[in-house]
């Protein structure tokens, strides 16, 4: 059995926070990933240079060291020792929050392993905010990054999320952003609902929401909106409506067999499903017996 149990409270002193910076707009730093962006020792960032100029905005000077996905297993055992010093060390990506299709799940799952503290600092999510004002529904929903960037990979993907009832979320590049929709408004159908969330919290914000094969066309027809930061989100699949058809109908063979067991004797009840089935009739017998 595998149980860890970890709270800031009275640990040791180092640890790592994983900290949520904007996606855009600046002004969606929190107070609280600036301060503790100013107290931490070092700052893992996953483009130093880029991570530099947020903290010269927010008038921070610290030391920092990369962390990529080129580089990330080599500097998972230096944070580690790090961190067995007694320093504090704040992780931050490019933009929103670490490890949501961004560099970081390596890190925290081998500190977490070695026993070490790690806080979450939360902020930006692309994902999060897309949905938040899609009109679409939010009470489920499953994300999955971004689609493989081979057509007939994307394809394959798109194919098997087709009968899926949760809203879809998906990252996409610029350069792809058409082709996908294509996709999608293939795969999914012409008159399948979606919304593509474009610049969030920048100058050029855009939701388009509407039926596939109108957002395809809306995109096709104004090369602007084929510019920028793109969220795209599905509405779920349909529920099946249930079926009046009975040779159509899936049953719970054993909860049948459970309700008819006083009814009817335990052999000549075998014998009924084994004749309509190919179950063995000596199997369901002893199934029946072991039922309560
Ligand atoms: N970690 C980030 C987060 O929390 O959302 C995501 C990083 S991922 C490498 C970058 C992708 O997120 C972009 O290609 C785009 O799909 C989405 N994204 C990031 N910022 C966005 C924005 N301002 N508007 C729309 N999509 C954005």
Redesign the pocket.
Same mark, same amino acid.
């Given at each position: 059995m595998f149980l860890q149990t970890s709270s800031a409270h009275d640990a040791p002193p180092g640890r790592l926070y994983v900290v949520?910076t904007p996606?855009?707009n600046l002004d969606d730093m929190t107070r609280r990933a600036v301060a503790i962006l100013a107290a931490v020792d070092v700052v893992a960032a996953e483009d130093t240079r880029h991570t530099q100029s947020l903290l010269s905005h927010f008038g921070l000077q610290k030391t920092l060291c990369s962390l990529h996905q080129h580089n990330e297993r080599a500097r998972v055992d230096y944070l580690k020792e790090l961190l067995a010093e007694g320093k504090t060390v704040a992780l931050v990506?490019?933009? &929103?929050?670490? @490890?949501?299709?961004?560099p970081g799940a390596t890190l925290v799952t081998e500190l977490r392993a070695a026993g070490h503290i790690v806080i979450p600092v939360p902020g930006?999510?692309?994902?999060?905010?897309?949905l938040s004002a899609s009109g679409l529904p939010t009470d489920r929903f499953i994300f999955e990054g971004?689609l493989p960037a081979k057509s007939s990979n994307r394809r394959a993907a798109l194919q098997k999320l087709v009968t899926e009832q949760r809203t879809l979320v998906?990252?996409?590049?610029p350069h792809r952003i058409q082709d996908m929709m294509a996709d999608c408004a293939e795969i999914f159908g012409a008159d399948r609902e979606v919304c593509v &969330?474009?610049? @969030?919290?920048?100058t050029f914000?855009t939701f388009i929401s509407g039926t596939a094969k109108a957002v395809v066309d809306a995109i096709a027809a104004d090369h602007n909106q084929t510019r920028?930061?793109?969220?795209v989100m599905i509405k779920g699949a349909e529920a099946e409506a249930p079926s009046d058809d009975l040779s159509a109908a899936t049953i719970d063979l054993l909860a049948l067999l459970g309700s008819l067991k006083s009814k009817i004797s335990p052999s000549d009840l075998a014998s009924a499903v084994a004749a309509a089935s190919p179950l063995k009739k000596r199997d369901i017998y002893k199934q029946i017996l072991a039922l309560d």
């Open positions: 949520a996606i855009g990506s490019d933009a &929103g929050t670490p @490890l949501i299709s961004d930006a999510c692309a994902l999060i905010a897309a971004f998906f990252y996409e590049a &969330g474009r610049e @969030l919290t920048k914000e920028g930061e793109f969220v």
